[in-house]
């Protein structure tokens, strides 16, 4: 049977979220086959103007869905690519998040040449877990012991939408610095803020020397989030 070219589209969701879009710098996706790899590239095509890539809110996340009810995809953008079949094959696809890319999910589907798996058939690839940032104090702070100081860190969804008590309680999420200095570790609760995605906390350092503060976060969905150790001298 001779190849023929086969119409696929791959959008990224964010677990709990939308898909992923401009504001976290999109996805990458990699088609592979038995043959090894037969396209990749970064799902940013068919961006509609004077939007982000991430699709309609009230579609996505404003209704409920029936079991097995495609997620609405309608201005998000996605990877588009033809690859030549000759045969039914299964196929893998890979997704990794440009934000963070130590987190990728791949998934395999069996796909039929000439059958397009685009629109509401489109492969639709589920990454799980949350955008952490620790945002103050930066390494560059002057802290003096004995002075509390602000411990802030930014949490949001992997498709970049903020933490807001709309479609993402704050309540929903549970946000921990961790102090590490001197020999031992501390945990400390970050409360939400009331400006979008801000979590903080104030703290202070018992003695001079050399911290660690490294912030993790988890939603009750199971997403997850760490930010990696900031050091900061304390004086």
Known sequence: MAPTNT??????????GKFIGHAVDYAHVEISGPSGVLAHGVADHGLVPETDGSGITGLIMGQPYPWGYPVRSEQAVGFHATPPLSAPEVLKFTVTSKADSRISTSVSRLV??????????????????????????????????GVAIPITATIRMMCGCHIDNLFWPAANFTVTALISGNGKTKSVPLSYSGTPSLFSADFTFPAAGSYEIAIQAAEINGNLGAAPPVGVTVT
């Open 7 to 16: 119409p696929i589209t791959v959008h990224a969701l964010a677990l709990g």
């Open 112 to 145: 039929i040449p000439g059958v397009p798996l685009t629109g509401a058939s489109a492969v639709v690839v589920v990454l799980q877990g949350l955008l952490a940032e620790l945002t103050a104090p930066i390494a560059s702070t002057l802290i003096t012991a």
